[in-house]
């Protein structure tokens, strides 16, 4: 997070798979980062060339960088070329020395500078309209830091300090008086400077105990990773804040020096019922990204913190700490703090990013034992991470539903719940419960069912483009079955339900827990209450991973070993289904993979995704008679994992559309001929589930959730239909 014009232009944001954005003082967003290849973004700093001038720092060793030779600078974003060296990793932090105009880099694989290029810039209102040169005076030439037997497995962040002690922005000093902070991955803090303009060397910072013992050697030996940051106004003041290996919180600490030595801080916690030590209720996860530091720009005693379990902020360099409080618009799982300048009428007030947006406290009124917080900067900014049902590396199980009654969508984000809305209405997203969503899925007139993840289904009732309630479907048939119902299914509702048990209920979904498959049979029609029946099992030691059903008489199964099968819902018999995939030669093997999404169009048209087989390759395969095997698949990537799957009957075509990370594929012809149809799109949107619905008499829709997007739809046009 970073301020626009001091903030009075609005803010700066840069998210983990959304790439960046604004937003404006109105809170109203603009994406900038559309055309980018890779907007999983884990760091910004403001670049040396005017106030429009920024770096984005991402995964796969890409920085983006603002051109300030165009008109609108944040508009147009280019990568940083020659781009690090193909070791350096994903870049976790960067900092500028703006003044020596030197960028610096925390990779996982090391730490990495560059002389930043001098570029032209655009000035006064000449300046938009004459051309300018189009290169920059120079190029990027990436150097590794000098790490002499350090051992060091890469730095999660970099900061930049002062060893002259001036009191004014780091980096004005001359460059041997400037420290390079860098927070380590398996370690504590390294201090790096510059023996002259070429070489930058670094070394294990000290840390002392309050007695002055040297205790460095352990602080680098139990170290997981390390935030670091500086004070701006006085850059000799520098903080830590260093998790154990498995996550918990080890130590907080602080430089004085420009990160040459380090001291504990103390742990006194205040704002919490019954816990007085801040390493108690942090929580876990700061060796993954619930870790984040920063300092007040103009006061080197106001520190904040964020970790699993929220925000903590000091005002007295450290010797207690309070905690941000419970509000609606403060979320735990926080990955970034950073002060706001402190403003005309000595306000102080702190912007935090965490799994719930952005939000804004004021720590003046935390001080005085009130929290004082907003979250409306978020309700123009659409970058919900969607769950889909390939969680391969997108962390859970999760889909999207579409009402066939009402055009109400909801679907499982991260951390989020499970949220809906009326699309039609344009109304905004409503969260029906919190923690990671999972399944969704709209049943019967009036049901809805979903779970949080790992958790037993609950079923909800629709009214109108309203849900409510939450009501755990027991598991009765056979007996005993469970009244804590079925916890952490992969699921699918019936597309066309038409099988009813012996008690005439509606079979309208099933699921997959285990190697056991289970129907989920309303109550009545409306589908606010109902049960799960046992319907089979597979055999001992496999896994389903995918389910599907047209009309509820035969349930499709797919097993994470790669196979398939056909259940008998009326008899609970199982038919394995052979699966032919392509061969490079005659003798050679092509087998396994995971299913991952079985479509149903009609009760003879049915198909699935097929992710990492054996050659690792992924597929659409196809049902034809009792054999799952690709079509021609012409013009589908094949090298690429599938993230959603799903079609209608269009006239007399059968119509799908096939979700990758980067694009959406269409056929109309059932799979035989592919074309790229990704027109609206970022250009890597993270695409995840994606779900045809049919509005009578007009027409369909295709919903795609996104990982970091949002959700997007499409209008496929009139004469779909299922079955």
């Known amino acids: ?22 937003v404006s003082t109105d809170n109203q967003s603009l994406p900038l980062s559309d055309a980018w290849d890779q907007p999983n973004v884990n760091a910004l700093a403001a670049g040396p060339d005017g106030p429009r001038h920024f770096f984005a720092a991402c995964d796969g060793g890409i920085i983006y960088e603002t051109d300030v030779s165009t008109a609108v600078p944040l508009l147009n974003w280019r990568a940083v070329t020659p781009a690090l060296p193909a070791g350096a990793g994903d870049v976790n932090g960067i900092a500028v ?55 060091q497995d890469g730095y999660f962040k970099v900061a930049i300090g002062s060893l002259s002690g001036r009191v004014e922005r780091a980096g004005s000093e001359p460059l041997d008086r400037v420290s390079v902070v860098a927070g380590g991955k398996n370690a504590g803090v390294f201090i790096g400077r510059f023996a002259d303009p070429s070489t930058l060397t670094l070394e294990r910072a000290r840390y002392f105990s309050e007695t002055g013992l040297d205790l460095t050697d352990w602080w680098f030996l139990s170290t997981g990773n390390t935030s670091v940051a500086a004070c701006e106004r006085y850059p000799a003041t520098l903080y830590a804040l260093c998790a154990y290996p498995d996550g918990r919180l080890k130590m907080v600490l602080r430089s004085t020096d420009g ?50 379990a929220g925000t903590f902020v000091s005002p007295d360099a450290g010797k207690t700490w309070i905690y941000s409080g419970d509000s609606p618009h403060l979320h735990a799982d926080v990955h970034v703090v950073h002060f706001r300048p402190t ?32 979250s409306d900067f978020n309700r123009q900014l659409p970058t919900m991470q969607c769950y889909g049902t390939w969680p391969i590396p997108r962390q859970f199980y999760g889909t999207l539903a579409v009402s ?24 905004p997203w ?73 008690r005439d209920q509606l079979l309208v979904a099933v699921a997959g827990s285990g190697a056991s498959v289970f129907g989920l049979f309303a109550d009545d029609d409306h589908g606010t209450t109902g049960h799960w029946e046992a319907l089979g099992m597979l055999a001992s030691g496999l896994v389903v991973g995918a389910v599907g059903s047209f009309s509820g008489g035969t349930v499709h199964v797919g097993s994470t070993s790669g196979r398939f099968f056909a259940l008998d819902t009326r008899q609970g018999s199982v038919l394995e289904l052979p699966v032919k995939l392509p ?77 990758t990370d980067d694009h959406v594929y269409f056929t109309d012809d059932g799979g035989d001929n592919w074309t790229q149809e990704s027109t609206g799109l970022p250009r890597r949107v993270h695409g995840a589930d994606l779900r045809v619905s049919i509005v009578q008499g007009r027409g369909g829709w295709a919903t795609m959730g ?18």
Request: with cysteine; hydrophobic share 40%; aromatic share 8%.
């Open 583 to 659: 061969k490079a030669m005659a003798l050679s093997k092509h087998d396994g993979g995971v299913p991952t999404r079985i479509v149903t169009l009609s009760d003879t048209d049915t198909f699935a995704l097929l992710n990492s087989t054996s050659r690792k390759l992924n597929y659409v395969l196809r049902l034809d008679t009792l054999t799952w095997a690709p079509p021609r698949n012409a013009g589908l990537p094949s090298t690429l994992p599938f993230y959603g799957l799903d079609g209608a009957l269009q006239e007399d075509r059968r119509v799908l559309l096939a979700v």
């Open 97 to 151: 020395i703006a003044q020596h105009r030197l960028l610096v880099a925390a990779c996982d694989g090391g730490l990495y500078w560059t002389a930043i290029p001098q570029r032209a810039q655009r000035t006064g209102c000449l300046g938009v309209l004459l051309p300018l040169p189009s290169t920059p005076v120079g190029s990027y030439d990436w150097k590794r830091a000098s790490e002499p037997a350090l051992q």
């Open 1 to 22: 997070l970073l301020e626009l014009d001091g903030g009075a232009a609005g803010l700066l944001v840069a998210t983990e798979t959304g790439g960046v954005w604004t």
């Open 259 to 308: 990160g040459r030595t380090w001291r504990q801080t103390e742990y006194n916690l205040k704002g919490v019922a019954n816990q007085s030590d801040l390493r108690d209720v942090a929580g876990e996860q700061g060796h993954g990204w619930n870790n984040c530091i920063g300092v007040l720009p103009t006061g080197p005693g106001v520190v904040a913190i964020g970790w699993q």
């Open 706 to 723: 996104t990982f970091g997007r949002s959700v997007y739809r499409a209008w496929l046009g009139g004469g779909v239909h299922f079955g």
């Open 343 to 374: 403003s005309a009428n000595d306000q102080h007030l702190l912007l935090i990013g965490s799994d719930g947006g952005i939000a804004e406290l004021s720590t003046d009124d935390l001080f005085v034992g009130k929290t004082t917080a907003r």
């Open 430 to 502: 409503r969260r029906i419960d919190g923690g990671d969503g999972g399944w969704t899925g709209f049943v019967g007139d009036e049901g809805f069912a979903r779970n949080i993840m790992g958790e037993a289904v609950t079923l909800a009732r629709r009214q109108g483009s309203l849900l409510s309630g939450a009501t755990v479907v027991p598991w009765t048939l056979p007996t005993p079955g469970d009244p804590a119902g079925v916890k952490g299914p992969v699921a699918d509702v019936v597309r066309v339900p038409r099988y009813r048990n012996e």
């Open 404 to 427: 066939s009654r009402h055009p109400v969508v909801a679907t499982g984000v991260q951390d989020n719940g499970n949220v809906y809305a009326d699309l039609d209405a344009q109304a």
